[in-house]
């Protein structure tokens, strides 16, 4: 997004503005603001070496968009400043363990954040022009060619924790990054020190081993990956970490002692809405096109495709391992995408019980997609080894 035409403030006024915007984006519901002068993207060669090793995965538009990201000059021209903003989404809600429920991760209870976040952004953009008729400006929630993690470490936010998330001292990680890149000087904050010490909570929690090394996240191995950006199946080997995670993962971050200083939001927007809060897997694995949209309309949820995200509920009752489950995957393994019937196939394989087992039989002698075939295949020959479950 961007507003205003090309201009500028003296340094003289510098510091009288940035106190100025502060205070509004406080009003906007940030509670921590960072500033810093726009440069190239510090330790930029990891970037690289990340995407040539291609942790990125099926996300290609990190590699497409790399020299942007590397150098905001190339998003904005003539940049001079960055600002990136806090905003807090923890709602103080608990889950619970029911293997027949699906934990959705806690950013996406509420609205969907890139809405609400990016209208106060729009909000601050037009204060700043008010203050200076002159500015351009450009803002992003998430979806931009910026590397908004790194700027707000580098920016005073916060630092960067071992599981690559931004974590501030005054309420630990639960909140979404704004920022806006100026043409405009600006009175800048110092870097952050790097408070995670010898902890490494984080890496031994994440289900799936996706912190491949501290602040290096893998992530074709991460649950958040693989249940929101990865389009096609599951990798088999994976599947039973998933556990009962229908969309993202909050692992790394429910263990990072820094969360202990999170707060309640004041923003009504991020509260649970009806169904978000560990909602029943079998009433899920219905949900056909339209109503998937329907029911998360203005949601973040929506980025998983309907496909996807009943996908993901097949592979969460398949991992629960309990009979209440065959019944809705029966029913999933006739839906209309191959995708979700050879996940099913394949949950149905991880019960194993005599009435599981006889749905995929009969499912075998109609299936004509080649892929679900040989879901059904494994799964049966799996549960027929005499080492199943042991």
């Not at 990340?50 to 904005?76: F, H, I, N, T």
């Not at 997609?369 to 080492?387: F, H, M, T």
Request: glycine share 8%.
């Amino acid at each position: 997004m961007s507003c205003g035409a090309n201009g500028g403030v003296t340094a003289s006024r510098s510091t009288r503005l940035t106190a100025q915007i502060r205070e509004a984006a406080r009003r906007l519901g940030f509670f921590k603001i960072g500033a810093l002068a726009a440069r190239p993207l510090p330790r930029s060669r990891e970037f690289d070496l990340w995407l040539q090793k291609g942790m990125q995965g099926e996300m290609q538009y990190l590699g497409r968009q790399s020299a942007k990201r590397k150098d905001p000059a190339l998003v904005l021209e003539n940049v001079r400043s960055l600002l990136v903003l806090a905003m807090n989404y923890h709602s103080g809600h608990e889950l619970s363990n029911d293997p027949l429920r699906g934990k959705i991760s806690r950013y996406a209870w509420g609205g969907d954040y890139h809405l609400v976040t990016r209208d106060r952004l729009r909000r601050l953009a037009d204060f700043i022009r008010q203050q200076d008729p002159k500015a351009r400006c450009l803002y992003y929630v998430d979806t931009g060619p910026v590397m908004e993690k790194v700027w707000g470490a580098e920016s005073g936010l916060g630092w960067m924790g071992k599981h690559s998330n931004l974590i501030t001292r005054e309420r630990g990680s639960w909140f979404f990054i704004g920022i806006l890149l100026l043409d405009i000087m600006l009175e800048y904050d110092v870097p952050e020190e790097d408070y995670c010490g010898t902890c490494t909570r984080c890496i031994t929690a994440c289900p799936t081993g996706a912190i491949v090394a501290p602040y290096v996240v893998d992530a074709r191995l991460c649950v958040s990956y693989l249940t929101i950006e990865l389009r096609g199946a599951v990798p088999r080997g994976l599947r039973p970490l998933v556990g009962n995670r229908i969309f993202g993962c909050d692992d790394c971050q429910e263990v990072c002692p820094w969360n202990r200083f999170a707060s309640k939001t004041d923003e009504r927007e991020y509260n649970p809405r009806r169904g978000n809060l560990m909602p029943e897997l079998a009433r899920l694995v219905d949900l056909t096109p339209r109503e998937f949209e329907s029911r998360f309309a203005a949601s973040a949820i929506r980025r998983a495709t309907r496909d996807g995200f009943v996908r993901n509920v097949a592979v969460a009752l398949g991992n629960a391992r309990r009979p209440e489950a065959i019944p809705p995957l029966s029913r999933a393994l006739h839906d209309a995408s191959p995708l979700v019937r050879s996940h099913a196939a394949w949950a149905l394989g991880q019960i194993a019980a005599g009435e599981a087992l006889t749905l995929l039989e009969k499912a075998r002698a109609s299936e004509p997609d080649p892929q679900v075939i040989e879901e059904i295949i494994l799964a049966l020959d799996r549960s027929a080894s005499p080492w199943f479950r042991c």
